[in-house]
């Protein structure tokens, strides 16, 4: 219903270009905001990344308003939303690389063996390079982060780039409800 009030009532296309300006902008800023907060540390970024929403979820969302005949999307469309579908699968590889050398075997029995060994200059050294495999580990994982925030932005701007206005303001709306449901 609120899709088909606004067909009607937002039909200036200067309108609804402002308006999807004005959302983007609001994600820029809050992805901008969230890496200045200097008491977060790339671990708990990480968990703000578990429980942020995925990149791929944009490419459901436009399959399913597609389907749903909300929008009409042309061929050109389709090919520049596989490309951005692409560019973003190389990101959640990369991710999931990072996560399976945190649980490195390596790392993992370091830190093992760190919390057994109590005595004085072998624990000291165990303790060093656990150490200095967690900072390679979590500066790893921090660009990761960042990367992957970028292309949720990057791909929000893509997809709303290549959608007319009010396909734009029709996938924001969208979205926007998936995101309420799942909080």
């Known amino acids: 219903q609120l899709l088909k009030l606004l067909e009607k009532t937002w039909q200036n296309e200067v309108e609804l270009r402002a308006l999807v300006l004005k959302a983007t902008n609001l994600h820029k800023e809050y992805y ?12 708990e970024n990480a968990y703000s990344w578990v429980t942020g929403w995925k990149s791929s979820m944009m490419f459901q969302l436009v399959e399913l308003l597609k389907t749903r005949r909300l929008v009409s ?6 090919r520049k ?86 396909q734009s303001v029709k996938f924001l709306a969208v979205t926007c409800m998936v995101q309420i449901k799942l909080r």
């Open 32 to 43: 901008t905001v969230k890496w200045v907060v200097a008491w977060n540390n790339a671990l």
């Open 73 to 78: 999307i042309s061929e050109e469309q389709v």
């Open 81 to 166: 939303v596989e490309q951005l579908r692409y560019k973003e699968d190389k990101v959640e590889r990369e991710m999931v690389r990072q996560q399976v050398a945190m649980a490195n075997m390596r790392t993992v029995e370091l830190a093992r063996l760190a919390s057994q060994e109590r005595n004085g200059e072998a624990a000291s050294e165990l303790e060093g390079l656990v150490n200095v495999a967690m900072k390679v580990m979590l500066s790893g994982l921090e660009w990761v982060l960042k990367e992957v925030d970028c292309v949720r932005l990057k791909t929000l701007k893509g997809l709303l780039d290549l959608l007319r206005p009010l």
